[in-house]
């Protein structure tokens, strides 16, 4: 009787040291999240006392439109109900419900509709606003197009392709430009070194194909796992991170000939397929490939803008073996023909700013682009 109570007693006192040490960890881990949390909201609060306030307060504003939501057709896409896509508009960018950037088709006032397709560069990430953006300055320098802002942060070729056949074609409109390129490449660069990837992945694909099978597992310790993540996501980064659990491309060799070769494939395939689609309703299609800051020799001075291996190899095999009967337009290097050193941030976005980054404009760089294509599609 009495060795029973004693290892009662044993038994409490462990269950009660096992709590408290549970407790333990998670007012810790608590502790931890809301440190690492506070140090994130932290850093863009600094843009009202350090020595790029422009830049920062911008990179404030366009926060929200670079969050990848769930499209049934796209992969990815702003919020997927309409009133939560016009809730994400501000005095500098707005969107409608129909995703498109500044004023949308309904604006367009008799003119004949024209659609911009791309990525961030073409949604004008960082222009100072929706005016300020290339279908901006279009609508202003030629009255024969309303350019309508169909870009979308983080997309590529393929995406843009699937935006065309299911909304773009409905408003049977008589002009079509892709300003693309760059996340094309980019994206080879990244999920080209992992082999069970093909060309025309969506940015991000990878997390969210981590996130089903991490959720489809039925073990006890994945859903622990899992749980943890959701409820500390800031500690759970730095842990992944710190484990080297985190996926990233591997660099030590350079990219085979082959993958390159199937990525610009796959990208002169798409802008093929867009052509084909638009010019089976009557619209003209124009394809052109956006100004990239390396592919440039008169850069001012200025800190230096991050590069990629792949762009200048990507864009010479683009412009090798363009596809008959597709009006393709080279505007990588562009701003040589228009500057002797192209401004770049330097260190903040200044009103003559060109370059933000590698493929970022600010609203000078939009203007000249807009100027440019206004003569290109006369």
């Given amino acids: 009787m009495l060795g029973s109570r004693r290892i009662g007693n044993l038994t409490g006192r462990a269950v009660l040291v096992l709590l408290w040490l549970l407790a333990g960890v998670v007012v810790t881990a608590t502790g931890l999240e809301l440190l690492l949390k506070a140090r994130s909201h932290w850093h863009p609060l600094q843009a009202l006392t350090d020595a790029t306030p422009i830049s920062h307060r911008l990179e404030r504003t366009y926060a929200p439109f670079g969050v990848l939501h769930l499209h ?16 994400l508009s501000n005095t500098t960018c707005s969107i409608d419900a129909d995703g498109f950037r500044g004023p949308g088709p309904a604006r ?13 560069a073409a949604f004008g990430y960082m222009a100072s606003s929706d005016a300020t953006t290339i279908t901006g ?19 590529n070729s393929t995406q843009e392709m699937f935006r065309v056949a299911f ?42 194909s981590a996130l ?16 943890a ?10 842990v ?23 990525g610009v494939a796959r990208y002169l395939s798409n802008l ?42 990507f864009h010479t095999a683009v412009l090798h073996q363009p596809p008959q009967k597709l009006e393709f337009h080279d505007l990588g290097d562009v701003f040589d023909q228009y500057y002797g050193a192209i401004p770049i941030m330097n260190p903040d976005i200044t009103d003559e700013t060109v370059f933000i980054d590698q493929v970022h404009l600010y609203d000078p760089g939009n203007e000249v682009i807009a100027r440019h294509l206004a003569r290109l599609i006369r």
């Fill in 108 to 120: 367009a006032g008799g003119r004949q509709l024209a659609f911009l397709l791309g990525g961030s």
């Fill in 212 to 227: 089903i099978d991490e959720r489809g597992s039925a073990s006890p310790r994945r859903a622990v796992i899992t749980l």
């Fill in 137 to 155: 300055y279009l609508n202003r320098l030629q009255d024969k197009y309303f350019f309508v802002n169909a870009g979308v942060p983080s997309w």
């Fill in 167 to 208: 909304q773009i074609l409905d408003y049977r409109p008589a002009l079509i430009v892709t300003y693309d390129g760059g996340n094309d490449a980019q994206l080879i660069d990244f999920f080209g070194r992992t082999p069970d990837y093909s060309a025309g992945i969506p940015e991000d694909f990878d997390t969210l």
């Fill in 72 to 87: 049934p057709q796209y992969f990815f896409f702003f919020p997927r109900d309409p009133a939560e896509r016009v809730a």
């Fill in 272 to 313: 093929t397929r867009m052509r084909d689609l638009a010019t089976a309703q009557g619209a003209r299609f124009v394809a052109v490939f956006q100004p990239v800051a390396q592919l440039h020799r008169h850069l001012g001075p200025g800190p230096p803008i991050e590069s990629f291996d792949v762009i200048e190899r």
């Fill in 240 to 262: 992944d991170k710190a484990f080297g659990r985190v996926r990233e491309p591997d660099r030590s060799e350079p990219l085979s000939e082959g993958v390159l070769q199937a």
């Fill in 229 to 238: 993540a959701y409820l500390f996501p800031e500690l759970n980064e730095r």
